[in-house]
């Protein structure tokens, strides 16, 4: 059980840092857009 949580952990900061990764990417391309 303690290798399950340790995977649960691990593919919940993957996710989280996946997904802030996208967001955050997505936000200096929209301003580097109208920005030129």
């Known amino acids: 059980s303690r290798t ?3 995977y649960r952990i691990i593919w919940f900061f993957g996710a989280l ?3 802030l990764n996208n967001y955050i990417g997505s936000k200096i391309f929209v301003f580097s857009k109208g920005r030129y």
């Open 17 to 19: 840092f996946a997904f």
């Open 4 to 6: 399950f949580m340790d």
